[in-house]
């Protein structure tokens, strides 16, 4: 099956074709990334697609970056382009009718059973693969469709380069896997940690940093100096396990001080356990998703931001908050200690409640003069080493030249 791809066309010439890979969401730290790479690629001219190996989104964040044109995903494209696909899928929409859209229940037993999907979805892939110049995984290190599209790159003689999203562990570098990673090109990493443990899995590759930038710069830029004593802790995430908002909850129940209020931002699984979690305490609020183009807004509304992580890439939420000058208490995370330092003050060492909460005690302990040097130092580290030029230019560079 030929497909025909439509690329997002910047105004002046092009020079290569440009197609970006990804587990796109409908909101979140990789559609972030995926947009940033996109744009920094289509201000230098590039024909760039982005082709989601997860679900299809009508109102997904990437369009902040990109035209709807520009974006669409494997069973999208199947769907649209496959009879019997559509049929039998149009046909199970009668039988067992949802409201979710025909082309996300292509896992059915039907279509794995008799249309043999896996080799469908694959062909997408590869003629996609083989009409671009260069090919961008933006995805976990051993995501979902990474070794079968490293390996049609490397067949059809492509590029590859990934950008790593998350936090790499021991069990992303074992010796069957290892075997087609050697196929990358080029990987990007958020931090020094990553680097440090992939480079020395597979030394011939070529590896280098590129953090991230806060989206929308100018407003968090704007944001005041904090010159009082912080009162509002808040957290922007998603409400799943790894993310250890419990953690928060149980560590600022257990301070007793009514002056001090917790702002949750964000949706996920756990998101009715966590409101029961927090139900006798009415200091601790919860907002929901919040839509990007307010993202500075929140973050400069309140104080402290706090991350519990066991597990980051990033975060990218630190990186905003540094550009709004917030303060910041975390776990030691992704790239927490390449962006903050290693003796940063304020990581919290361990995953337990009572360290945590010393911590968010000592920061509203500190002096109005105390709170403006950290608010002043953690902007600073931000528009040094992580502005949107700086970051632009990098990937460019990584990627390009």
Known sequence: MIVESTTLKHSMSTSEKCLIISPINQWGGVNLDVGFIAQSLL?????????????YYDDCSLFDFIDSSAYDSVDRILFKNNFLVKASLRILGIVKPMSIPLHQRLNNAFTKTFIDIYNKRLSVLEN???????????????????????????????????????????????????????????????????????????????????????????????????????????????LEQTKRIDLIIDAFKSIKNSDLSLHIYGDGTLKNDL?????NDDRIQFYG??????????HTTHDCLLIASSI?????????????????????????????????????????????????????????????????????????NYSVSEIEKAYSQAILE
């Open 43 to 55: 201000h230098r001219n590039q024909d760039v697609f982005v082709l989601s190996v997860g679900t």
């Open 128 to 238: 996609y693969i083989s009409n671009y110049d260069r090919i961008i995984i933006c995805s976990q290190l051993t995501g979902t469709w990474n070794e079968e599209v490293i390996k049609l790159a490397k067949q059809l003689q492509k590029p590859i380069y990934i950008r790593v999203t998350q936090q790499i562990a021991p069990h992303h570098i074992l010796p069957e896997k290892l075997s087609w990673l050697k196929g990358i090109s080029h990987f990007i990493h958020h931090s020094k940690r990553n680097l440090d443990i992939l480079a020395k899995a597979l030394p011939e590759n070529k590896h280098s940093i590129i953090d991230q930038c806060a989206m929308w710069e100018d407003q968090f830029l704007n944001a005041p100096i904090i010159k009082k004593p912080s009162t509002e802790f808040y957290c922007i995430s998603r």
């Open 275 to 279: 409101e029961k979690q927090a139900s």
């Open 312 to 384: 980051e890439g990033g975060p990218y939420t630190a990186i905003e908050a540094m550009a709004g000058s917030r303060l910041i208490i975390s776990t030691d995370v992704g790239a927490m200690a390449t962006r903050l330092g290693k003796d940063y003050p304020y990581f919290v060492k361990e995953e337990k409640g009572a360290i945590l909460s010393k911590l968010m005690t000592t920061i509203t302990h500190l002096t109005a003069q105390e709170t403006e040097q950290l608010s002043q130092e953690l902007r600073t580290i931000y528009t040094t």
């Open 289 to 298: 998703a919040i839509a990007l183009k307010d993202i500075a807004k929140v």
